[in-house]
């Protein structure tokens, strides 16, 4: 089992950035595929990014691709979720995400361990 703490969101300017932290407890971080999902007012949670166990392979969604940049440090069990050139519409609650398989799926289904959350707020 893995638990995971999200750090690092907070309130920024349309055209700013901010980096997420995700770190995992326990020594297995490396055998963990991880993505990262958010989740805005009103609406469902949805994708936003993953990464391979390895780090080899990542998948964005569209609407954040170019944008944002995920990344792992497995020897600090930890995610980041680097997001550049932030928009309105990135306002949410991010959530990190982890899976006992190697690959970078997109889908929330197959995330076995959650996050808490931390709040992003982009004003325009």
């Known amino acids: 089992q893995v638990q995971l703490v999200e750090s690092g969101g907070g309130l920024v300017q349309a055209g700013g950035s901010l980096t997420l932290s995700c770190a995992a407890s326990?020594?297995?971080?490396?055998?963990?595929?991880m993505g990262w999902f958010r989740q805005a007012p009103g609406k469902e949670r949805e994708f936003v990014a993953a990464?391979?166990?390895?780090?080899?392979?990542?998948n964005y969604a569209d609407s954040v691709k170019g944008r944002f940049t995920i990344s792992r440090d497995n020897a600090k069990s930890t995610v980041y979720l680097r997001m550049n050139s932030l928009e309105p519409e990135d306002t949410a609650v991010y959530y990190c995400?982890?899976?006992?398989?190697?690959?970078?799926?997109?889908?929330?289904?197959?995330?076995?361990?959650w996050g808490q959350g931390t709040q992003v707020t982009v004003s325009s």
């Open positions: 326990g020594r297995t971080f490396s055998t963990y595929a």
């Open positions: 990464i391979s166990r390895s780090g080899s392979v990542t």
């Open positions: 995400a982890a899976r006992p398989n190697p690959s970078a799926t997109m889908s929330e289904n197959f995330y076995n361990y």
